[in-house]
Nanobody, 124 residues
Framework: QVQLVESGGGLVQAGGSLRLSCAAS????????MGWFRQAPGKERESVSA????????YYTDSVKGRFTIFRDNAKNTVYLQMNSLKPEDTAVYYC?????????????????WGQGTQVTVSS
């Protein structure tokens, strides 16, 4: 079972940047597709970005395309989400999650290992 710990959240002004990190333990991260999800107050959790096990395939939801970048360092067992040009509507708790290979890396129901979440607040 893989354990995930997010870090890097915080309070930032609109237009600013944050980098989220998700460190994995107990399992080798290269055996998993990785995703970032977020949940804002009163809203359902949504998928934000995902990266397949090798880093060769990426997914971004439309609202973050061109602003967010997902990447992974399997040697460090860590996946990152670089968030630029942040907007108040990006405010949410951000979670990283893992889906085991083989699977489609955008099959969200297969993401069954979750971190505890990190708060991102963007002020206007």
């Amino acid at each position: 079972q893989v354990q995930l710990v997010e870090s890097g959240g915080g309070l930032v002004q609109a237009g600013g940047s944050l980098r989220l990190s998700c460190a994995a333990s107990r399992r080798t991260l290269s055996n998993y597709h990785m995703g970032w999800f977020r949940q804002a107050p009163g809203k359902e959790r949504e998928s934000v970005s995902a990266i397949n096990w090798s880093g060769g395939s990426l997914y971004y939801t439309d609202s973050v395309k061109g602003r967010f970048t997902i990447f992974r360092d399997n040697a460090k067992n860590t996946v990152y989400l670089q968030m630029n040009s942040l907007k108040p509507e990006d405010t949410a708790v951000y979670y990283c999650a893992a889906a085991p290979r083989p699977s489609a890396f955008t099959d969200w129901k297969l993401y069954n290992y979750w971190g505890q979440g990190t708060q991102v607040t963007v002020s206007s």
